[in-house]
């Protein structure tokens, strides 16, 4: 079987199509409060929304925007089937030097492999529950390509760490969403998924300091590589600590993920210097454009 | 039929096929008032309303769209006409509703509450799917769940909404 696959030999059927943060990162347009332009004009929709981004049922776009976002956590899910699962399979098994990986550690990969093959199962359900069609929006395979290093370190940093400390705080939120919807299979299919997740994060938590234990440079590169991934995962401050950000940062359950307190820190500083540079992007753009 | 803006200059939105989508779907509802759809290319956020200058035939309807409400969720700052279609002809479902007397009482759309536009887009979103538009009932449904419960009697409510072909605006305002 294949080895390193590139995220644009990942197998789709004609229903999805795909897009990258580049091209994201390209819409001139924000719905981030607060990108108003440089001379303190209000945009003429200022109405459409409250006094926070924070995906909550009292949004008047609630139902739309949760569904938008079940849908990403279901590609997300996919590519983090596929991301665990290539894993287990690229590396040789060994004691942990080079590129070789211990075999528990494949067995972990195998065993989130499994979790994650049934949370695309939840995903898709759940979907269809909300009135959404599987590939109704664009994938973005940034998960996957966080995915696709050649260190196995670098990849637990990435996917267990980064992505799937991401999972946790989009999980909280919708399970919150739930709660106060009153949605009772929302809340309970995430509240599930997030104890998966945390287990994730704390494979990998546990994995990157066990393989790296004899070896500080490589333990500081991967940490160096999780904060780039993190960033990445800002989606320009979608997520973050602040009411502006859509999706808030789940500290308690990254806690018992094995994240610490400066980390969780240092992610949402993080957060708050993306979305600041996403609102300064974007109002430059819209200068630019003469709106 | 006018579009603004004419010309878009942050998303690949075409002024003409707006106005071509807009004018189908008037005609399928036989709307023959004159008409301007207000796009704010600013945002992608999805927020629609409709007005109506007055309570006759030739009064102008106004519909004012956030550029998300027309935009093809696959290939974003695209326009996606299915999904244009959907939330102009709930607007103009609206507008049409408004110049009728028994919707005197209904206040002005930025002023609805979360309940009241839940339970008028399920009474447009299905008239709408019954003129051929395409339409995902779940979508609504679910929407209308999330304002009103997540119960048997609820799902009833939306389903009458749903059906219904000549309601009134006490009907909407409380559907139960």
């Known amino acids: ?291 | 039929m006018t579009v603004e803006p004419a010309v878009f200059s942050l998303i690949n939105y075409d002024a003409d096929e707006i106005a071509t989508i807009a004018g189908e779907l008037a005609g399928l509802l036989g709307i023959g008032n004159p008409i301007t759809i207000d796009v704010d290319e600013t945002t992608p956020l999805s927020k629609v309303s409709a007005s109506v200058e007055a309570r006759s035939s030739d009064a102008r309807i106004t519909v004012s769209t956030e550029s998300g409400a027309l935009e093809d969720t696959q290939r974003f700052t695209n326009l996606g006409p299915a999904q244009a279609r959907v939330s102009i002809g709930r607007m103009l479902l609206r507008a049409r509703d408004r110049i009728r007397p028994d919707f005197t009482d209904a206040p002005p759309d930025l002023d609805l509450s979360l309940r009241q536009n839940a339970a008028w887009d399920a009474y447009c979103a299905g008239r709408l799917a019954r003129i051929g538009v395409r339409v995902n009932e779940q979508r609504f449904r679910y929407n209308f769940r999330n304002r009103f419960g997540f119960a048997d009697d609820v799902d009833a409510m939306f389903d009458r909404l749903w059906s219904a072909d000549d309601l009134g605006w006490s009907a909407i305002d409380d559907p139960t």
Not at chain 1, 21 to 38: E, H, P, Q, Y
Not at chain 1, 159 to 184: C, H, S, W, Y
């Open chain 1, 1 to 291: 079987m294949r080895q390193f696959f590139p995220v644009q030999d990942l197998a789709r059927d004609e229903r999805f199509v795909q897009t990258n943060m580049a091209a994201r990162l390209a819409d001139k347009r924000s719905a981030v409060i607060g990108s108003t332009r440089a001379d303190g004009a209000h945009r003429k929709s200022a109405k459409s929304r409250a006094a926070n981004n924070r995906l909550t049922p009292d949004r008047h776009d609630a139902s739309d925007a949760a569904r938008s976002l079940m849908h990403g956590i279901m590609v997300g899910e996919i590519q983090a089937l596929e991301g665990a699962g290539r894993t287990a399979h690229d590396f040789p098994a060994g004691d942990g030097t080079g590129d070789t990986i211990p075999f528990e550690l494949k067995l972990d990969m195998a065993r989130q492999a499994w979790d994650e093959a049934r949370h695309v199962e939840i995903s898709a359900k759940l979907s269809d529950w909300m009135g959404t069609e599987i590939g109704q929006y664009a994938e973005n395979t940034v998960l996957f390509e966080a995915a696709c290093s050649d260190d196995p370190v670098l990849r637990l940093a990435g996917v267990n760490r980064a992505l799937e400390g991401l999972a946790i705080d989009v999980f909280t939120q919708m399970k919150e969403f739930g709660q106060l919807a009153g949605d009772p299979f929302l809340e309970f299919c995430e509240d599930w998924m997030l104890a998966d997740e945390v287990t994730h994060v704390k494979m990998g938590s546990d994995w990157l300091r066990k393989v790296t234990e004899k070896d500080p440079d490589r333990r500081a590169k991967a940490l160096e590589f999780q904060q780039v991934v993190d960033k990445l995962f800002s989606f320009g401050g979608t997520r973050g600590d602040t009411e502006e950000s859509p999706i808030g940062l789940a500290r308690r359950f990254r806690e018992l993920a094995g994240f610490t307190d400066d980390e969780v820190d240092d992610i949402a500083e993080m957060d708050a210097v993306a979305l600041a540079e996403r609102k300064a992007k974007v109002r430059e753009m819209q200068e630019a454009a003469q709106v």
